[in-house]
């Protein structure tokens, strides 16, 4: 579906209020807003419009509708999944419909409930609703953040877009956000609600806006995730985990559209693909690899496909491949991501594009489920629970004694920090004291604590492993997994489907006691039950690696001397100490450790700020650069 354009003419709104007509002055500045094309819907005070290249085609006008009174205008991007049980219960409420579109239920719906149709909808959405007698824009965004919405506000003027493509185009180039830089390279993406654009805000998952004309704009949360510690057997367990992911597996594949898959070696996409082979034996998917050796799992995919009887097409990645497509990768982000397996999961996409419409895919199974490895931390460090404070305050400042690289230093550094102040999701790259090595104005009042703080305040009182799997559906899921998902399939026109993020199977997950997402040496384990019998066998306990990328391999060798160049050649002096890159690139190569994703962190970063801050074309990057010694 199309992305969407609203603007809101705050200037319009006061003088209307004050009696006076802005109308000639409205419409002059609603024009020219670059790619946007003429608005199917606009007053004095809203215009609605949707990217000029697209045209309006059928699937677009059901993207939108205004009532016969022009009095409600929405606009939406996305799938809502409840609409035909919406659609009924409004009927049988007495609305009468004109069309079949999403967009009609949507209005009445709105009109219905006012702001509470955002807490019946169920989803990847984002919706934007204009109501003419409150002279009020609103706007909100699905429970996970399946569905990008960003919002920016001038004196003249409330802008919101499902892509901030379309704000930037609409601004001039990207004015960095200091605050968010640090940010990105504590996380290693911008957590909401931040952009690295200060004028541009991401409206936070489960949340919905409202401008009124003689107010701020307001953000309330109507849903958030919450623990309910279900008591079931372990067959029950399984029974409803198996009927759950049938269902939503079974809902997403009505469709019209050419539907297949991506596969990996894992428990997540075989479950996903072994379900949707039932319900069409045809189903296509679709691996990824590369050549390095321990870095591939094609060939498990395979013989999962081989056992399930289904196709498989795979993309073996180079080296080469992977340097000459990354500015071209890293200008389809709205903001840096410096997860490497960005460019493997834009290869596959690519190579799915090419049969299917549309990709089931198995993101937010591992935070649902307990699948991260790091999950397992709680219970190897609760040997520190019994040490007196005092003891454990003598081995932090021996732990923090110990050279960098040392066995045994992580350990006695994780087990006397508190959680709240060491993890802050599935990905830390640089600790707050890091950057002021890192960045050349660092600011020491900006730490990750306050982002994740509030966090660990809605969970205080729950199992660590709950409290670190609540902090990741709020910021690894949605700043890094679905980001990176939204952006490299949207980069091919490929349509994201996730069956483990419907709203059943999100419910039933968050009552799953820890007992039984960490058992017997594993994670996952009871989803890894509820698979037996339905999974090949081999794939069960096999450990996770998803789309592994080698870049701590790439970094000594293929990728040394470009990395060296980008930082050399990157014009952030002002932003980033490239000397302090340049020596852990030296370290790295000689083996001294590990730096691999620090550096990694750097080099997205510097490749991005050259297309969105230096506005650098990437068609015409120096050719000569990219070759690999």
């Not at 003419?9 to 002055?25: A, F, N, V």
């Not at 009124?212 to 109507?222: A, E, F, H, L, T």
């Not at 305050?393 to 959680?419: D, W």
């Not at 890159?581 to 620090?598: A, M, T, V």
């Amino acid at each position: 579906m199309s992305d969407f354009f609203v603007v809101l003419q705050l200037s319009s709104l006061i003088s209307s209020e004050e009696g006076q007509d802005d109308t000639s002055q409205s419409s002059q500045q609603m024009q020219n807003f670059g790619p946007i094309s003429d608005p199917f819907f606009q007053n004095k005070y809203v215009k609605f419009a949707m990217p000029q290249s697209c045209g309006v085609n059928q699937e677009q006008t059901n993207q939108f509708y205004v009532s016969n009174d022009k009095s409600f205008a929405v606009i939406f991007t996305g799938q809502i999944d409840n609409a035909i049980e919406l659609r009924k219960h409004l009927q049988e409420s007495g609305y009468v419909f004109n069309s079949n579109s999403v967009s009609e239920m949507l209005l009445h719906l709105f009109v219905e409930y006012k702001a509470h149709a955002f807490k019946k909808l169920r989803g990847r959405f984002a919706i934007a609703v204009w109501s003419q007698e409150e002279k009020t824009v609103y706007a909100a965004r699905d429970r996970l953040g399946l569905q990008p919405l960003y919002y920016h506000i001038t004196n003249e003027s409330l802008y919101i877009s499902s892509s901030k493509k379309l704000l930037n185009d609409n601004t001039s180039n990207t004015q960095l956000n200091r605050q968010a830089l640090q940010y990105y390279f504590n996380f290693q993406y911008v957590p909401e609600p931040f952009t690295l654009d200060k004028r541009v805000n991401r409206l936070e998952a489960g949340h919905y806006l409202f401008y009124k004309y003689d107010d701020q704009v307001q953000i309330r949360r109507y849903w958030q995730p919450s623990f309910s510690h279900l008591f079931l057997q372990q067959d029950q367990w399984v029974k409803r985990i198996q009927e759950s992911l049938i269902e939503s597996v079974s809902k997403q594949m009505k469709s019209d559209q050419k539907i297949g898959a991506f596969l990996s070696g894992g428990i997540d996409s075989s479950f996903i693909v072994s379900i949707a082979k039932q319900i069409n034996p045809s189903i296509k998917t679709f691996s990824v690899g590369f050549e390095q050796e321990g870095f591939s799992e094609v060939d498990i995919a395979k013989q999962t496909a081989a056992e399930l009887g289904v196709e498989n097409y795979a993309k073996i990645i180079t080296a080469e491949e992977y340097i000459k497509n990354l500015p071209q990768i890293i200008a389809q982000m709205d903001d840096p991501l410096a997860d490497p397996s960005c460019v493997p999961l834009y290869f596959v996409a690519q190579e799915a594009r090419k049969h299917v419409e549309v990709a089931l895919s198995g993101e937010g199974a591992d935070e649902l489920f307990g699948g991260y490895r790091i999950y397992r931390e709680p219970m190897s460090l609760k040997v520190f629970d019994y040490i007196p404070t005092k003891m454990k305050e003598m081995l932090h400042r021996l732990a923090q004694m110990m050279p960098e690289g040392v066995k045994g230093k992580s350990y006695l550094e994780r087990g006397t920090i508190p959680l709240k102040d060491r993890y802050i999701g599935n990905a830390k790259m640089f600790e707050n004291d890091e950057l002021n090595s890192v960045l050349m104005h660092h600011d020491p009042n900006i730490t990750y604590q306050q982002i994740t703080e509030p966090l660990y305040q809605d969970v205080s009182t729950l199992h660590p492993v709950e409290q670190m799997q609540y902090v990741d559906l709020h910021t690894w899921l949605r700043g890094d997994i679905l980001m990176k998902a939204n952006q490299m399939l949207a980069s091919h026109a490929l349509e994201l489907r996730t069956p483990f993020l419907a709203d059943r199977v999100i419910d039933l997950a968050m009552g799953i006691p820890v007992n039984l997402k960490i058992a017997k040496g594993t994670t996952k384990y009871i989803l890894r039950e509820a698979a037996k019998g339905i999974v090949p066998e081999h794939v069960i306990d096999r450990k996770k690696l998803g789309f592994p990328v080698p870049i701590r391999h790439w970094l000594k060798n293929e990728m040394y001397d470009w990395a060296k160049q980008v930082i050399n050649e990157s014009e952030t002096d002002e932003l980033i100490n490239k000397a302090y890159f340049i020596k852990l690139l030296d370290l790295h190569r000689q083996g001294k450790n590990d730096y691999s994703r620090k550096i990694w962190t750097a080099i997205i970063f510097m490749i991005w700020h050259r297309i969105f801050v230096k506005d650098d074309q990437i068609d015409h990057q120096l050719d000569e650069k990219r070759k690999i010694s």
